[in-house]
């Protein structure tokens, strides 16, 4: 059973920076694409970040230059690090993960975690 837990959100203040991680578990082969979307009421989830195995990453333009996402291959974790908040960015996070069992790409998401920036 392959689980995503993400951690680190919470309340800021416009401004202030956040990170947040997600770490997979269980039993699979590999991690390929890892990524973050978010939701905010009332809207439909988007992309903000994605990263590959390789490390190659693509970026929301709303987002570029502030959030950099990155990844610790040994520790099946992906990070969020987002720096510059603005009160637009307040969202549920979601951690997306393409991860290899038995030979078959499956899509994994997590259970979200609150962000919420405040002017």
């Known amino acids: 059973q392959v689980q995503l837990v993400e951690s680190g959100g919470g309340l800021v203040q416009a401004g202030e920076s956040l990170r947040i991680s997600c770490a997979v578990s269980g039993t699979f082969f590999r991690a390929n694409a890892m990524g973050w979307y978010r939701q905010a009421p009332g809207k439909q989830r988007e992309l903000v970040a994605a990263?590959?195995?390789?490390?190659?990453?693509n970026y929301a333009d709303s987002v570029k230059g502030r959030f950099t996402i990155s990844r610790d291959n040994a520790k099946n974790t992906v990070y969020l690090q987002m720096n510059g908040l603005k009160p637009e960015d307040t969202a549920v996070y979601y951690c997306?993960?393409?991860?290899?069992?038995?030979?078959?790409?499956?899509?994994?998401w997590g259970q979200g975690t609150q962000v919420t920036v405040s002017s």
């Open positions: 990263i590959t195995s390789g490390g190659s990453t």
């Open positions: 997306n993960a393409d991860i290899e069992q038995r030979g078959l790409p499956r899509d994994y």
